[in-house]
């Protein structure tokens, strides 16, 4: 009988995500020598995500926890991306709005 049946992670996987993080991390170092113009942003965040995905599915065990364990995950994500839209929609708008990105005085 396997020990991923009982929701125990075996050690092949971690080796497996272990690798996979290895590969983004020499992903993330190449990604850094390029411009990719405006696809920068996008391309770190992505690289990051695949990242913090492994670490909390695997390493935090979220694999295998319990559904409300789950939800309360997938709700602080969509908060969280709620957030960096605001955010991101603030910052590309500025110069439509005619608004300084600093206050006059402050470098």
Do not use: C
Not at 12 to 34: G, N
Not at 75 to 87: E, G, M
């Amino acid at each position: 009988m396997s020990t991923e049946q009982h929701g125990h992670i075996g050690l092949r996987v971690y080796f497996a995500v272990f690798f996979a993080l290895m590969i983004l991390t020499w992903i993330t170092v190449e990604a850094s020598y390029h411009d990719f113009e405006p696809w920068n942003d996008l391309i770190a965040l992505g690289i990051a995500t695949a990242k913090g995905a492994l670490v909390v599915l695997f390493f935090m065990h979220v694999w295998h926890s319990s559904p409300l364990t789950k939800i309360v995950l997938i709700t602080a994500l969509f908060f969280f991306l709620v957030l960096v839209a605001f955010v991101y929609a603030d910052v590309l708008t500025r110069e439509m709005l005619n608004v300084p990105s600093r206050p006059p005085g402050f470098g």
